[in-house]
């Protein structure tokens, strides 16, 4: 017997805190109305760090979420596998927290202990395989596989201290746990125009929102003054007081690839004029941000210092094109 829930490629995939519940709904047009409301303010968490993340969302309204406690899940069920089995049965996909140690899909199989997220999405009981996903290949999200052993012992190596999922809310920990999700069939969610344009002028304004503030510390920045903390990282780099992070760089290529897509989106929906030259300096950003990713990708691999001096001449002129655009698009809005 065999079960494969249906996945898409995330349009985020920097971290899988992300990437797997829009695999879910990014196929759906309501959780695509969600996600382009979405994902437009950027937070640096420093002093902890000086790697960017999007906002922390509120876990999407497409979506129904459990918890369930390891410990009622090792008295009701023989072992992790049937109760992965079971919940896909009921079209529930699968997210947890394991040692990838022990799982031959990712890069750290018998190198390195590493606690991190799995997301399983199916199985073949003949096979005895799990469908599973996270970023496990040189930091890439990729859908792979798994056999039920890998899993089990995945799972039962993992120690207690570190096995903590946590949701879109960092403050909402959730210990010895896995967390269920599966489609919401009762929610009716429209595109947010109103959030948009609260999120974007943020964004550009560099503001805390304030409806965050239980979240984030005065000390985090946002928006468009990221910028200057991604270059106070590669300039660390080139210090080599940091180790070295795609994430980034990254994730500010996806920043600007889904707001691509969203001014396409709010075209076609009849909320922005008909601007084809928006959508062309949109391109461009989208091109120039993937240069910046890979230019960071090939210093990783040659070490050459030339290459940041060109990130982060690169990253200022990202940054004013980014403030001027970001500035057209809220006056070519027809609300």
Not at 33 to 62: G, R
Not at 125 to 139: E, H, L, P
Not at 242 to 271: A, G, Q
Not at 290 to 305: C, E, F, G, Q, S
């Amino acid at each position: 017997m065999y079960k494969i829930l249906p996945v898409n490629e995330p349009v985020i995939t920097s971290y899988p805190v992300f990437a797997n519940p829009l695999s879910i709904i990014q196929d759906n047009q309501q959780g695509w109305s969600w996600i382009i409301s979405n994902f437009i303010q950027v937070v640096c968490p420093k002093p902890d760090s000086l790697t960017l993340n999007f906002k922390n969302y509120s876990e999407s309204p497409i979506l129904c979420y459990q918890h369930i406690k390891k410990s009622l899940i090792n008295s009701r069920w023989e072992d992790i596998a049937e109760f992965i089995i079971d919940s896909i049965d009921m079209n529930n996909y699968v997210y947890m927290i394991v040692d990838q140690h022990y799982l031959s899909a990712s890069d750290a199989f018998q190198r390195l202990r590493c606690p991190h997220d799995i997301f399983i999405y199916g199985y073949d009981s003949c096979k005895k395989i799990f469908n599973v996903a996270d970023n496990m290949k040189s930091g890439k999200y990729v859908f792979s596989t798994c056999s039920f052993d890998e899993l089990k012992n995945a799972y039962n190596m993992l120690p207690k201290d570190q096995d903590t999922i946590y949701p879109f809310n960092p403050n909402e920990g959730f210990n010895q746990s896995v967390k269920l999700l599966s489609l919401n069939a009762h929610i009716e969610y429209k595109f947010n125009i109103n959030y948009v344009i609260k999120s974007l002028l943020d964004y550009l304004e560099s503001k805390l929102t304030m409806n965050e503030i239980h979240q984030y510390r005065e000390s985090h920045s946002y928006g468009i003054s990221t910028y200057a903390d991604v270059c106070e990282y590669v300039y660390l780099l080139e210090k080599n007081q940091v180790d070295f992070d795609i994430r980034s760089f990254h994730l500010i290529y996806e920043h600007k690839k889904l707001m691509r897509m969203r001014v396409d989106f709010l075209k076609k929906t009849n909320f922005l004029k008909d601007i084809n030259e928006l959508i062309e300096q949109c391109q461009k950003l989208e091109t120039e941000t993937l240069m910046i990713r890979n230019l960071a990708l090939k210093y990783y691999i040659n070490k050459k210092v030339t290459l940041l001096t060109d990130i982060v001449q690169r990253l200022e002129v990202i940054k004013e094109l980014d403030y001027h655009l970001g500035y057209r698009i809220l006056n070519a809005l027809l609300v």
